[in-house]
């Protein structure tokens, strides 16, 4: 199983980020290097979606619902359950 750790690589040193593997021998390792377009194009699609999710949020979609619960129940087919009153 892969095992993947956060680190920054300088020169010929590497700087963990976060938690580091506690190696007692050599070990064979692969580096994959990331591309800084990807985490920027991480973060615009974060901020993206924040700024879908406000408008969303803005626009109430759930306004014209009465009853939440009976909606669920409608939209799920629930049935009664044994011992509770409707």
């Not at 993206?48 to 669920?72: C, E, G, H, I, Y």
Request: net charge negative; hydrophobic share 35%.
């Amino acid at each position: 199983m892969h095992q993947t750790y956060r680190a920054i690589i300088k020169g010929d040193r590497i700087f963990w980020v976060d938690k580091h593997p506690n190696l007692k021998e050599e070990t064979e390792v692969c580096i994959t290097l990331l591309d800084n377009a990807a985490e920027s194009q991480t973060s615009e699609r974060g901020q993206k979606m924040a700024s879908l999710l406000t408008q969303l949020a803005q626009s109430n979609p759930f306004r014209a619902m009465q009853d939440p619960v009976s909606w669920q129940q409608e939209q799920r087919q629930d049935r009664t359950l044994p011992f509770r009153e409707v």
